[in-house]
């Protein structure tokens, strides 16, 4: 199995302010992505992050809003910038490993 | 309509019961299915995967009727440690890696 980990866990952030999110696998992947759920809701993909290359974004999310890094198969952030109370969500990595699809613990933001 | 559409729940079951899950899905070219299962305040899991053959685990059962769009989740004898969110899941066929999430029904097992 892949084992993910994020940070931070939680944070809670003024509105306008931005905040990035690590995600670390333990092990190489070519799948990464970066998804939100919001409270009672299920999980929106906001893009896939792609190694060397920029971000593929789903609609309703876009790069300046959610940059994206992506440096190794390993590692990658996620920015909420210019935040907003609807931002308040959790948001979780996930990666596809030996056909099978692994979550991070996620991070929960509340903007205020 | 949702592309992925799950049972409204909460179902609320006493120890022992047999509960049943149904899912539809929109998308002709979805190609894999799974449920997953969500604890409270935690990332969804693996629970396991649906085969058009049918295919179960211990007290676990899962269906899939590609004619219909169909998926099901039957839990024999159930836990207190079965109540969570359970989350149906389709992997559509786009060239690329792309899961769609039901909003998912949850269970609460009560002694």
């Known amino acids: 199995s892949a084992v993910i980990s994020q940070k931070p866990s939680r944070d809670i952030c003024q509105r306008g302010t931005s905040l990035t999110i690590q995600c670390q696998v333990d092990?190489?992947?070519?799948?990464m992505f970066w998804y939100r759920q919001q409270p009672g809701q299920s999980l929106t993909l906001i893009a896939t992050?792609?190694?060397?290359?920029?971000?593929?974004?789903e609609s309703g999310f876009v790069i300046d809003k959610f940059p994206i890094s992506r440096p190794n198969l390993t590692f990658s952030t996620l920015t909420v910038s210019n935040m907003s109370p609807e931002d308040s969500s959790i948001y979780l990595c996930?990666?596809?490993?030996?056909?099978?699809?692994?979550f991070g613990p996620g991070t929960r933001l509340t903007v205020t | 309509r949702k592309e992925v559409e799950q049972d409204p729940g909460p179902f609320n079951v006493p120890e022992g019961a047999t509960v049943a899950f149904n899912c539809t899905y929109s998308?002709?070219?979805?190609?894999?299915f799974f449920w997953y299962r969500q604890d409270c305040r935690k990332e969804p899991k693996l629970l396991m995967s649906?085969?058009?053959s049918g295919n179960e685990d211990g007290r676990f059962t899962a269906q899939l009727n590609r004619a219909s769009q169909y998926i099901s989740l039957l839990i024999r004898d159930s836990k207190l440690s079965d109540s969570a969110t359970y989350l149906c899941?389709?992997?559509?066929?786009?060239?690329?890696?792309?899961?769609?999430f039901g909003a998912g029904t949850r269970l609460f097992v009560k002694a």
């Open positions: 649906v085969y058009s």
């Open positions: 899941v389709v992997n559509l066929n786009t060239g690329g890696f792309k899961t769609i």
């Open positions: 092990s190489q992947v070519t799948m």
């Open positions: 996930s990666v596809v490993y030996r056909g099978e699809q692994y």
């Open positions: 992050a792609n190694q060397g290359s920029e971000a593929t974004y």
């Open positions: 998308n002709s070219a979805s190609q894999s």
